[in-house]
């Protein structure tokens, strides 16, 4: 079983910059397509942003120009840097993570989510 497990959320001012990691774990063959999805209160979970395995990414508008995601193949990891944060980026973010298994079966992993909460 492949386990993910995120770090470096918090609380931030409007203007500030954090980044989250996430990193994989367990039993693991290939990690493919890896991203991060927000749920804000009261809101739908949404995509924020994703990379493939040979580090094609792609953003949420929301996010384009102040966010970066990259990843690390040897250490099955995902970052997320935020940049230029508004209150609006308040939210829960949640790590995902395709995996494949040597027999070529895939599987959606998720992590447990961790807060970001952007204020004064």
């Known amino acids: 079983q492949v386990q993910l497990v995120e770090s470096g959320g918090g609380l931030v001012q409007p203007g500030g910059s954090l980044r989250l990691s996430c990193a994989a774990s367990g039993v693991i063959f290939r990690i493919l397509d890896m991203g991060w999805y927000r749920r804000a209160p009261g809101k739908q979970r949404e995509l924020v942003a994703t990379?493939?395995?040979?580090?094609?990414?792609n953003y949420a508008d929301s996010v384009k120009g102040r966010f970066t995601i990259s990843r690390d193949n040897a250490k099955n990891t995902v970052y997320l840097q935020m940049n230029s944060l508004k209150p609006e980026d308040t939210a829960v973010y949640y790590c995902?993570?395709?995996?494949?298994?040597?027999?070529?079966?895939?599987?959606?992993?998720w992590g447990q989510g961790t807060q970001l909460t952007v204020s004064s």
């Open positions: 995902f993570a395709g995996s494949m298994s040597l027999k070529g079966e895939i599987d959606g992993i």
């Open positions: 990379v493939t395995r040979d580090g094609r990414t």
